[in-house]
């Protein structure tokens, strides 16, 4: 009797360890977003401010459909009030589709927050975590390849 309840305590260990593993978030960084034989387009600008996104198409990852997953970044903001953030766009680099054209799709998450979260500085990078999923996203700022229901942010250092 005492091995069976053993056996059973072991067995439901390995699950619940299993359950708690599965719930971390991956840490996932910018290059791990991109198809390995997948090659950026050259940006052009022609100081006219033309700010075109040089791969609005770009390949991602269904590998990392449904991920839960935790990626630096830098805020392009998109819905919200003067200190909460619902709706933006998280992108490898400060001034990405503001000062400079959109990196290509892959490289850029469209992020929402259902109740908003507060942004102290667009300056800052950040860490977002969340459920990460391919689906496509288009606005008058850039396409974008990946989405996130965002569930965390904090900031990177």
């Not at 005492?2 to 299993?18: A, D, K, P, Q, T």
């Not at 090659?39 to 459909?65: G, R």
């Not at 667009?122 to 999923?133: E, F, M, Q, R, S």
Request: hydrophobic share 45%; proline share 8%; charged share 15%.
């Amino acid at each position: 009797m005492i091995g069976v309840n053993m056996r059973f305590l072991m067995v439901l260990s390995i699950l619940v360890s299993s359950f708690v593993l599965a719930q971390e978030p991956v840490e996932l960084y910018w290059e791990d977003m991109v198809p390995q034989d997948f090659v950026p387009s050259d940006v052009t600008i022609d100081h006219q401010m033309n700010m075109s996104q040089a791969d609005p198409n770009a390949p991602v990852l269904e590998s990392l459909n449904n991920r839960l997953v935790k990626i630096p970044g830098f805020v392009v903001p998109l819905e919200g009030t003067a200190t909460h953030t619902k709706e933006f766009l998280l992108v490898p680099y400060f001034g990405a589709c503001i000062h400079v054209p959109p990196p290509p799709s892959n490289q850029i998450v469209h992020v929402t927050f259902a109740e908003g979260i507060p942004i102290e500085s667009l300056y800052d990078a950040v860490w977002i975590t969340g459920k990460l999923t391919t689906t496509r996203w288009e606005g008058d700022i850039a396409s974008v390849g990946y989405s996130m229901k965002g569930m965390a942010v904090e900031l990177f250092e």
